[in-house]
Nanobody, 123 residues
């Protein structure tokens, strides 16, 4: 299973960016998908998650500014980021809890991460 993230880049404060992530491989189903970020010298933190039933959860710091969406059939998740602030600068990672097709009829649950994409917000 692979998660491929795209988007990101450099934007001025107040601007917008959109991140996309696509999961591929021997996927039986995907539970939660989400976005996380890690700023220099800080721990990785949750930004937003979305369940297979499209229930969303956001960090307080991004509520009202970021919107997570998902195409369950295509195994993709997007993050629309608006009103960006310099403190949003970080490497953003998509993550997913995937039920993977194993041998025969078996499946197993595992978490996967994308490669990370840099978001830089200038003041």
């Amino acid at each position: 299973v692979q998660l491929q993230a795209s988007g990101g880049g450099l934007v001025q404060a107040g601007g917008s960016l959109r991140l996309s992530c696509a999961a591929s491989g021997s996927i039986f189903s995907i539970n939660d998908m989400g976005w996380y970020r890690q700023a220099p010298g800080k721990e990785r933190e949750l930004v937003a998650t979305i369940s297979s039933g499209l229930v969303t959860n956001y960090a307080d710091s991004v509520k009202g500014r970021f919107t997570i969406s998902r195409d369950v059939a295509k195994n993709t998740v997007d993050l629309q980021m608006s009103i960006l602030k310099p403190e949003d600068t970080a490497v953003y990672y998509c993550g997913a809890e995937v039920r993977v097709r194993g041998k025969g009829w078996s499946t197993y649950l595992s978490r996967y991460w994308g490669q990370g994409t840099q978001v830089t917000v200038s003041s």
